[in-house]
């Protein structure tokens, strides 16, 4: 892979709207945070250190990749891309924001279906990530776990045997493993349980977050779910842990869209077919009206309401009408107003050929999910 794909293309495997409870879970995610032993945490690292730490990695690339490991992976200077270029790796999950913003020598390790990504110089020194379409947080931890292990092959990871993977944050100390799924809920939010449903999930020692993680907002009715705690526990734990909590939460979203077609369903379809013909129509759109009625549609589609469009083409939407990736493939930055009129075309341009049938009537063999 060109390392202009990473940019470029919108298709990543998370975005199929595949997988188990792919109607429910968007993705599954491991990340791993591991640092090289006798060198300061990247918070504290001075240029010339980071930059070491970025050849050390491309060095032990080169060196897997000449023994045939990790085919096709590609190492990307992110610190020597454009501004929007990194927004839009964010964009895409394969970068943190914190990553996008730091002025210090970063890069990232990528591999062609843009599944597994190693940010180098993120708050760890390496952040080894998975992500996978539905709940698959099992085999997320398998593919994360055999690059975490041929890159440790090639470099001195710090380690202790009483506190096991030194991290530059304490709450990462142990495992150095955050598992994470990001999750469509609008049913909770539409029959007020979110709140309720939330608090026992954070009770349980998970953490609950918005559409890109720690400090961001629940756009489209989408959060992510992740464990806090790594020490003391083992991988497999955790991800059993959080696991047992996601079937619990997809039990409840799937009741509360139950009691929503039973109750409620005239107004669902009013609903649903309403954020059809807003986007299918528009000539102007907000990032955030966007995401919302994306996820009405989503729901829709979720619910038998709609034939079309296919899950792909909703996740697809959410990366590629997000303002960076929409200035990207404008070719430079664009003017707020610009931006809106350019991403109501683009989805006027994903729905033209959609023509959904009247609320209630999903027809049979011709239904696309």
Known sequence: ??????????????????????????????????????????HVLSEEGAEDIVRRVQGAHQALQAEGRLKGYTFVRVDRLPPLDRQVLVEKHLISPQHAQEAKPTALLIDPEQ??????????????????????????????????????????????????????????????????????????ILTNQAARVGHAVIKLGLAVRGLYGEGTEALGNMFQVSNQVTLGQTEEEIIHDLRSVTEQLVGHETNARKL????????????????????????????????????????????????????????????????????????????????????????????RLVDPPPAGDAGGDQKAR
């Open 115 to 188: 599944t597994v990504s190693v940010m180098v110089n993120e708050e760890d020194h390496l952040r080894i990530q998975c992500l996978l379409p539905g709940l698959q947080l099992e085999k997320a931890w398998e593919t994360a776990n055999a690059v975490d292990d041929a890159l440790e092959e090639k470099l001195d990871f710090a380690f202790g045997e009483r506190l096991g993977y030194l991290t530059a944050c304490p709450t990462n100390v142990g495992t150095g493993l955050r598992a994470s799924v990001m999750l469509h809920l609008p049913a909770l």
């Open 260 to 351: 929503l077609m039973s109750e409620n369903r005239s107004q669902i379809e009013d609903r649903v077919n309403r954020a059809y013909g807003i986007l299918a129509n528009a000539r102007i759109m907000t990032s955030q009206e966007a995401m919302q009625l994306l996820s009405d549609l989503r729901l829709g589609v979720d619910l038998d309401l709609l034939r079309l469009p296919r899950k792909k083409t909703l996740n697809e939407l959410m990366v590629v009408t997000r303002p960076a990736y929409l200035q990207r493939l404008a070719g430079g930055e664009l003017e707020p107003l610009q931006r809106d009129i350019r991403r109501a075309t683009m989805i006027r341009g994903s729905l």
């Open 1 to 42: 892979m060109r390392p202009e794909e990473a940019t470029e293309r919108p298709s990543a495997l998370w975005v199929t709207g595949s997988g188990p409870h792919a109607d429910i879970v968007i993705s599954s995610r491991i990340r791993l945070a591991r640092n090289l032993a006798g060198i300061p945490f990247p």
